[in-house]
């Protein structure tokens, strides 16, 4: 697909209708020659069949079509002899490539065989709703030491126990002097937001609340600090029906993927130290 892309790019072509070529062609009819590689008539049509539909407004002339295939040689040709294919950033973007065309040759049939019906999305969804929610926020980089931990815990703890506990302020007054992150200005309030768009154990915890209302104790996240108020729960029959659909599907074709992974795994050696990234 990249390479039809960059071919549309150089020749700046596209057309309103196709002429098909007519099938006389052979495997050996030798069409051009570019040193010892030969490009044969059916390996021209091939490839100006496949790429004509990528032209709308000019259909591209068959020489030209020839004479970007024959750049395209000389250039894989000279990028051999100056040992390009050997660099190592080269070797992993071509792995890379072989990586997505394994998954697309081996697992496309079984993607393809997915197909949700609503039942199975209404199913999925009331146990994965949507939530609003607001939250306190004290942010805490990745790396952070134990240390910068038990400030940043004792921060939302101080604001915990000073503002939230006597009820003198409301949540949002609250977040919105003393929370961190661009939710802040709007009381903490980050809005709707579906289970893939939040951190696990954020959402999980917002679940839990159950009601409305409810405000949570302090959790931490991949991101900081919070404290979790929920605020609603989307019902079934105001959402976005497709978006759920593509949410199971999703789900689905990771656990497709994961048992051929696992299957792969089964078949290999793999020896890991994982004591070397501990943090």
Request: with cysteine.
């Given at each position: 697909?990249?390479?039809?892309?960059?071919?549309?790019?150089?020749?700046?072509f596209a057309?309103l209708?196709?002429?098909?070529?007519?099938?006389?062609?052979?495997?050996?009819?030798?069409?051009?020659?570019?040193?010892?590689?030969?490009?044969?008539?059916?390996?021209?049509?091939?490839?100006?069949?496949?790429?004509?539909?990528?032209?709308?407004?000019?259909?591209?002339?068959k020489?030209?079509?020839?004479?970007?295939?024959?750049?395209?040689?000389?250039g894989?040709?000279?990028?051999?002899?100056?040992?390009?294919?050997?660099?190592?950033?080269?070797?992993?973007?071509?792995?890379?490539?072989?990586?997505?065309?394994?998954?697309?040759?081996?697992?496309?049939?079984?993607f393809?065989?997915?197909?949700?019906s609503?039942?199975?999305?209404?199913?999925?969804?009331e146990?994965?709703p949507?939530?609003?929610?607001?939250?306190?926020?004290?942010?805490?980089?990745?790396?952070?030491?134990?240390?910068?931990?038990?400030?940043?815990?004792?921060?939302?703890?101080?604001?915990q126990?000073?503002?939230?506990?006597?009820?003198?302020?409301?949540?949002?007054?609250?977040?919105?002097?003393?929370?961190?992150g661009?939710?802040?200005?709007?009381?903490?309030?980050?809005?709707?937001?579906?289970?893939?768009?939040?951190?696990?154990?954020?959402?999980?915890t917002?679940?839990?609340?159950?009601?409305?209302?409810?405000?949570?104790?302090?959790?931490?996240?991949?991101?900081?600090y919070?404290?979790?108020?929920?605020t609603?729960?989307?019902?079934?029959?105001?959402?976005?029906?497709?978006?759920?659909?593509?949410?199971v599907?999703?789900?689905?074709?990771?656990?497709?993927?994961?048992?051929?992974?696992?299957?792969?795994?089964?078949?290999?050696?793999?020896?890991?130290?994982?004591?070397?990234?501990?943090?």
């Open positions: 697909m990249r390479t039809c892309f960059i071919l549309i790019k150089l020749l700046g057309c209708s196709v002429i098909c070529l007519p099938n006389t062609t052979h495997a050996t009819t030798e069409l051009a020659r570019i040193n010892h590689t030969v490009i044969t008539l059916e390996d021209f049509n091939k490839k100006y069949q496949e790429n004509l539909h990528f032209f709308q407004l000019r259909q591209p002339t020489g030209d079509v020839l004479q970007e295939m024959i750049k395209r040689e000389l894989i040709q000279e990028a051999k002899n100056l040992k390009i294919d050997k660099e190592p950033e080269i070797i992993d973007r071509l792995n890379t490539v072989l990586y997505h065309a394994l998954l697309e040759k081996k697992l496309n049939k079984d393809e065989s997915i197909h949700i609503d039942d199975e999305a209404k199913t999925y969804y146990k994965n949507e939530i609003r929610v607001s939250h306190i926020f004290i942010a805490l980089r990745l790396s952070a030491s134990q240390k910068e931990q038990k400030e940043a815990y004792d921060r939302i703890k101080k604001i126990d000073e503002h939230l506990v006597d009820g003198k302020m409301s949540f949002a007054e609250v977040a919105q002097r003393y929370s961190e661009p939710s802040a200005p709007m009381g903490g309030d980050i809005n709707y937001q579906s289970r893939e768009r939040l951190d696990p154990t954020f959402y999980a917002a679940i839990k609340l159950g009601n409305p209302g409810k405000v949570s104790g302090i959790i931490k996240s991949q991101f900081g919070h404290i979790i108020k929920l609603s729960i989307r019902p079934w029959a105001e959402q976005d029906k497709a978006q759920v659909k593509r949410a599907f999703e789900e689905q074709r990771a656990k497709i993927f994961e048992k051929y992974i696992a299957s792969l795994k089964n078949q290999a050696q793999i020896v890991t130290h994982p004591e070397l990234i501990k943090e």
